[in-house]
């Protein structure tokens, strides 16, 4: 915070400061009814995981990725999560307001930390809407129109198109989006009854197909198919690297976890409710993942496979026509939901994005009529359009899961910088202004009390900020002695490598543990145990994960830093809500100084 003893003799933020600025969402007023239990929040979370991830992802990592192993794969996948499940609940139960990343960073690491994370939220919300909806496209597509919108595409696409996006169109699955577009600007009454319906038509759907699995699979099936194209079989044909890359991808498979937090200020006791709804509904999702990869495989051969539609075509492959349309129907009936739901939380996100003044302030308004974003939610259709557009189907998925887990990691990281940073809960940081002529006022605090309140971040959280991010480079450079260089023998050069930083990392976490205090909670509903070393570990796997991803993921993320570098200093450096509001405290404070001045000379 800008030293500034005296209210009048005040100086603007300088650029660091300007830069590390911090909000404090669990100060916001809530106006939102809060009406949802534990029960309600799990189904909410439970239908944004479970949906048409477990129908459109699972087949095609099977299928090229990981083979029957997948089943390992999610199990993976959900112990490296765990750690970062474990993060939610706690940043879930801390806060009161709407949760997310973005609104967790800010608080924490503060303004330009806030916007990158924000960029790489909203595209990952709105690549994963790409791929629902381009899900939803295919197997529209192939089973109930015949292949018609695939016959335009091949007549009409190129004489619009180049060949490159030409091959990327698919109609369907445009006209999904801009009709839950057309939705949500007439506006959309979100309840949880609505997702229960969803969510019981796709579990019993599951279990159907469970059941058949059972009655036409085969042991056989299951541990001992061999692709004659290829000569790989048994349980893992891909061996130990395609599980692990499995894991990786599977990750997108996770991403709807996140909107139980998003629930936290409609929710009627957040300190108890949302943890426990985080962590029911990341085990039931976990669990229906399992088992659905196991019927799946124990079903059909892992090779035959269909391209993008797999689920339905395993079914009509044994001649079960109605049980292949019921399917049919989960998927298309989870597709709309949580492309409806995506593509309202995203143009939600963009309008908050845009009230914080990161962004343009035209997606910060709402119609008059249906009281909704509707030019943030024009905007946030437009974009997921390009990306069904540029990227195809396998780039989608590995994109979607970079972006989550380079969230994912983000979020540990600031459960730990809040963990050690002096709490805020006091006053509104966005008026230091104000709070220093109350100090000024009240001489009773002291000066260990009044270094209490909130704003810039302080010695101590620069020094929480400096040895995680030192954390976090050894961690990453462990991660690319897994991978790379090849010509470095592992046993005798990398692991002993990788052993030495690792044991410093050690030492960093238990010098943190050590000598830093852990501020207390007013009333904590949920802690997450073993802070620092809890998130530290998740933050390491996510970034072990992502980087067994292609290389489609990895640009991705340098795009991300990019244009979120780009947009802040180039918009939000100069429109920051909260720097235009102490520009504006600056300006009356020099008014009532000049006032008071000339009123003193008269």
């Known amino acids: 915070m800008t030293d500034c003893g005296d209210y009048y003799n005040c100086k603007p933020p300088s650029f660091l400061e300007r830069l590390f600025q911090k909000s404090s969402p669990q100060l916001e007023e809530q106006t939102?009814?809060?009406?949802?239990?534990?029960?309600?929040?799990?189904?909410?979370?439970?239908?944004?995981?479970?949906?048409?991830?477990?129908?459109?992802?699972?087949?095609?990592?099977?299928?090229?990725?990981?083979?029957?192993?997948?089943?390992?794969?999610?199990?993976?996948?959900?112990?490296?999560?765990?750690?970062?499940?474990?993060?939610?609940?706690?940043?879930?139960?801390?806060?009161?307001?709407?949760?997310?990343?973005?609104?967790?960073?800010?608080?924490?690491?503060?303004?330009?930390?806030?916007?990158?994370?924000?960029?790489?939220?909203?595209?990952?919300?709105?690549?994963?809407?790409?791929?629902?909806?381009?899900?939803?496209?295919?197997?529209?597509?192939?089973?109930?129109?015949?292949?018609?919108?695939?016959?335009?595409?091949?007549?009409?696409?190129?004489?619009?198109?180049?060949?490159?996006?030409?091959?990327?169109?698919?109609?369907?699955?445009?006209?999904?989006?801009?009709?839950?577009?057309?939705?949500?600007?007439?506006?959309?009454?979100?309840?949880?009854?609505?997702?229960?319906?969803?969510?019981?038509?796709?579990?019993?759907?599951?279990?159907?197909?469970?059941?058949?699995?059972?009655?036409?699979?085969?042991?056989?099936?299951?541990?001992?198919?061999?692709?004659?194209?290829?000569?790989?079989?048994?349980?893992?044909?891909?061996?130990?690297?395609?599980?692990?890359?499995?894991?990786?991808?599977?990750?997108?498979a996770y991403n709807g976890f996140e909107t139980t937090v998003s629930l936290s200020a409609e929710a009627k006791n957040s300190k108890r409710d949302v943890p426990l709804a985080v962590a029911l509904s990341f085990g039931i999702s976990t669990t229906i993942y399992v088992s659905i990869t196991l019927a799946i495989v124990y079903l059909v051969p892992?090779?035959?496979?269909?391209?993008?539609?797999?689920?339905?075509?395993?079914?009509?492959?044994?001649?079960?026509?109605?049980?292949?349309?019921?399917?049919?129907?989960?998927?298309?009936?989870?597709?709309?939901?949580?492309?409806?739901?995506?593509?309202?939380?995203?143009?939600?996100?963009?309008?908050?994005?845009?009230?914080?003044?990161?962004?343009?302030?035209c997606l910060s308004s709402?119609?008059?009529?249906?009281?909704?974003?509707?030019?943030?939610?024009?905007?946030?259709?437009?974009?997921?359009?390009?990306?069904?557009?540029?990227?195809?189907?396998e780039a989608l998925i590995n994109m979607v899961s970079g972006g989550a887990l380079l969230t994912f990691s983000a979020v540990c990281y600031t459960l730990i910088v809040i963990t050690y940073t002096r709490s805020s809960e006091v006053v509104d940081e966005t008026s230091w202004l104000v709070q220093n002529e109350i100090n000024r006022d009240n001489q009773s605090l002291t000066t260990s009390e009044a270094q209490e309140t909130p704003g810039y971040i302080h010695n101590q959280e620069w020094k929480i900020v400096g040895w995680m991010a030192t954390f976090c480079t050894i961690s990453t450079i462990c991660v690319m002695l897994i991978y790379w260089p090849k010509i470095w023998s592992f046993w005798r050069v990398r692991l002993p490598i990788i052993m030495v930083l690792g044991f410093i990392n050690i030492l960093i976490l238990s010098y943190v543990k050590l000598i830093y205090h852990i501020q207390p909670q007013r009333d904590p509903g949920f802690v997450c145990p073993g802070i620092p070393f809890v998130p530290a570990i998740g933050i390491t796997l996510n970034l072990a994960l992502f980087s067994a991803l292609k290389s489609a993921a990895h640009f991705m993320a340098i795009a991300y830093i990019v244009s979120g570098t780009f947009l802040y200093f180039g918009y939000g450096y100069f429109h920051s809500k909260?720097?235009?509001?102490?520009?504006?405290?600056?300006?009356?404070?020099?008014?009532?100084?000049?006032?008071?001045?000339?009123?003193?000379?008269?």
């Open 32 to 252: 939102l009814k809060k009406c949802l239990n534990i029960f309600d929040l799990t189904v909410q979370g439970v239908a944004h995981i479970a949906g048409t991830s477990i129908f459109i992802v699972t087949p095609e990592v099977i299928r090229l990725v990981a083979g029957p192993g997948t089943f390992v794969s999610y199990l993976i996948s959900a112990a490296v999560l765990f750690f970062t499940v474990l993060a939610y609940m706690d940043l879930g139960a801390r806060f009161k307001g709407i949760g997310n990343a973005y609104v967790y960073v800010y608080a924490a690491l503060g303004e330009f930390a806030a916007a990158l994370v924000g960029i790489f939220m909203m595209t990952e919300i709105a690549l994963s809407l790409a791929l629902y909806s381009v899900g939803f496209g295919l197997n529209l597509d192939k089973f109930i129109l015949g292949g018609w919108s695939h016959q335009l595409q091949v007549e009409y696409a190129e004489v619009f198109l180049p060949h490159y996006l030409a091959e990327n169109v698919n109609l369907m699955a445009i006209a999904l989006i801009i009709v839950c577009c057309v939705v949500n600007c007439f506006g959309v009454k979100q309840v949880a009854i609505a997702n229960m319906i969803t969510l019981s038509y796709i579990i019993l759907a599951d279990i159907m197909y469970c059941v058949i699995s059972l009655v036409y699979g085969s042991p056989d099936t299951f541990a001992h198919s061999t692709d004659p194209r290829t000569g790989k079989g048994g349980i893992f044909p891909y061996g130990a690297a395609g599980v692990i890359t499995g894991a990786a991808i599977v990750v997108v």
């Open 302 to 361: 892992w090779y035959s496979l269909a391209e993008n539609t797999g689920m339905p075509s395993s079914l009509g492959a044994h001649g079960l026509t109605i049980p292949k349309y019921i399917l049919i129907g989960a998927i298309l009936l989870a597709g709309t939901s949580i492309a409806l739901c995506s593509l309202t939380t995203l143009a939600r996100g963009l309008m908050v994005f845009s009230s914080d003044g990161l962004a343009w302030s």
């Open 366 to 393: 709402v119609t008059e009529c249906s009281q909704v974003p509707a030019s943030a939610t024009v905007l946030a259709s437009v974009v997921t359009i390009l990306f069904t557009l540029i990227f195809p189907y």
């Open 578 to 602: 909260i720097s235009l509001s102490k520009r504006r405290e600056l300006e009356e404070a020099s008014s009532y100084n000049s006032a008071s001045a000339t009123a003193e000379n008269r």
